[in-house]
């Protein structure tokens, strides 16, 4: 018996929808359709539950009903053991910001992190490994900001710290005092986001470990992207501040702070080969991102006492019969409520009575 899971989903004017309502989820719903029939859509919405743009990393804007003039909004009815009830809804405020109710009080999206966790995969994530670092530092923080919720307000005073550093690189600016301050505003912020990251890492090495061998672990680490010979630790607050110091000069003519925590990349190996992510196979990249998703949703399990909610948008089409099967029982055990997609039912052969099959093509869309 699962002890918290999303029951109910209400959408309205939300991409291809109109208005669309699904009561009593199942702890396995599995959404199959033809193509075009709402299936990311419905998973995008329950993303929208996590802080940030969702699994399409959509404007928000964009999620609105191209053929509707009516804003959007997404509501969840969440049931906890033994029987309280939370409603929790998600909107658009004047075109502008995605605003989150629960129970019809605006919280920040950050609370939202506190209350549930949300992970995925999804057909998009499979060129992580292939483009540069950009896509995988946020896939990291992502990951990162399931242990520590406060993560992201991190990463956007960083941000802002950093944007500030540049201006003043780019005006040529001299004056030391300006740079030293910002430079140690920095210095805090990015060694504690480097050692949130570098934790989470110690949890998902750990956590992959125990998956299915069918799941080959992947080895996962923290480095610099460039320039590459120069390596130095990032969690230390006074390496930082005296390396951006050293390095003002340097940074002057690009016009751009070169190193620091905004460069730190993702570095991924196959646990058994030991090859970089990026030269395996397009089935081994698969099966390593499975196997960081699986780790993550056990450490997460095991961390808070409730297993986070899995989205699977096209993952079991990929995989051969045997890993399908393996990838199912790993998540039954985990307790996870867990959405699955594909384009037929029998994709998923073999599902107890705990599953629910839900046919998208019957859904009513624009
Ligand atoms: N903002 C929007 N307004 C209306 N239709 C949309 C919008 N965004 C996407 N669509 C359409 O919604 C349909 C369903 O898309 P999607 O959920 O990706 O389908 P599936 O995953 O089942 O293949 C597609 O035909 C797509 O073009
Ligand atoms: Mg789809």
Request: charged share 25%; glycine share 6%; with cysteine.
């Amino acid at each position: 018996m699962l002890s918290f899971k999303i029951s109910k989903l209400g959408l309205r004017n939300f991409r291809c929808f109109g208005s669309l309502d699904i009561a009593d989820f199942k702890q396995i719903v599995v959404l199959a359709g033809k193509n075009g029939s709402g299936k990311t859509s419905i998973l995008e919405a329950l993303s929208l539950f996590s802080p940030g743009k969702g699994l399409r990393n959509a404007q928000t804007a964009q999620l609105r009903s191209h053929d509707k003039p009516f804003p959007w909004k997404v509501t969840i009815e969440i049931t906890t053991n033994p029987t309280e009830i939370l409603w929790l809804a998600t909107h658009l405020v004047e075109d502008k910001t995605r605003k989150v109710l629960i129970n019809d009080k605006p919280v920040r999206q950050i609370e939202l992190n506190k209350l549930l966790k949300i992970i995925w995969v999804t057909p998009l994530m499979d060129r992580l490994w292939v483009e540069g670092p950009e896509g995988r530092r946020r896939f990291l923080d992502r990951l990162t900001m399931g242990f520590f919720p406060d993560h992201p307000l991190l990463i956007n005073k960083y941000a802002k710290a950093l944007r500030e550093r540049n201006l003043l690189l780019r005006e040529r600016n001299v004056d030391n005092s300006w740079f030293n301050a910002i430079e140690s505003q920095m210095a805090a912020l990015g060694s504690q986001i480097t050692k949130n990251r570098l934790e989470t890492l110690i949890h998902l090495n750990h956590f992959q470990s125990l998956n299915s061998p069918l799941f080959p672990a992947a080895i996962l680490g923290l480095s610099q992207t460039e320039p590459k010979n120069h390596e130095f630790d990032m969690s230390d607050k006074d390496a930082l501040q005296e390396r951006w110091s050293t390095n003002r000069s340097r940074d002057l003519v690009v016009g751009k702070t070169l190193e620091g925590p905004h460069r730190a990349d993702l570095k991924v190996n196959h646990g058994i080969t030991g090859r970089a992510a990026q030269s395996c196979s397009t089935g081994e990249q698969k099966l390593i991102l499975l196997s960081i998703v699986i780790g993550n949703a056990r450490a997460l399990a095991k961390t808070f006492g409730q297993p986070p909610i899995v989205l699977f948008d096209e993952v079991v089409a990929h995989l051969d019969p045997k890993h399908r099967s393996v990838l199912i029982t790993e998540i039954i055990n985990l307790n996870s409520q867990v959405f699955m997609t594909g384009t037929e039912a029998n994709l998923f052969p073999g599902l107890g009575s705990e599953a629910q099959f839900l046919n998208t093509s019957d859904f009513e869309t624009n």
